[in-house]
């Protein structure tokens, strides 16, 4: 090899050594990342809906998936309904059943998912985490239950 090519060999090396170096010692800090503030919730812009009833109540009791489900399970018993009705009576329950359960699913789903990612960043403790996996695992496992035993009434 000749002395020219070696020359420019070596000096083409050092240049890209010399760029790959600036170019990593050019590199911005990671900006820190500032917290997703969540949205309020809707209940401090809510009115009660009758004077015995706080807003709270009616919002986490009336309108919690467990009064949903003794509802319809209230509903179907008092069904007088027989025949064709009856059959319709027992589908409609059972989508309404079945909407609520996936709802809570995808709710709970959605608040594991976050959960992951709020444990990696030290926003919640191992225990915190557990009780949404929990809560999550228990809802997964309603639907799949319910999902097994439904069926469609022709």
Known sequence: M???RQTIGVAVLIATMTLAVLSGGCQKEPEARQPIQPEPSIIGSLEPVHPDESVD???N???SLENALQRVGQIRESSQATGEA???MR???GAIEGTLLKQDYLLKKADFELAKYRLREGEITQAQ???????F???EADFKGFWEGFGISD
């Not at 985490?129 to 809560?135: C, G, K, P, V, Y």
């Open 86 to 88: 009856a059959m319709a």
């Open 2 to 4: 000749s002395k020219t």
């Open 137 to 139: 695992r228990k809802a």
């Open 129 to 135: 985490f557990d009780e949404i996996e929990s809560a």
């Open 57 to 59: 109540e009616t919002f």
């Open 61 to 63: 009791e009336r309108f």
């Open 91 to 93: 589908n409609w329950t």
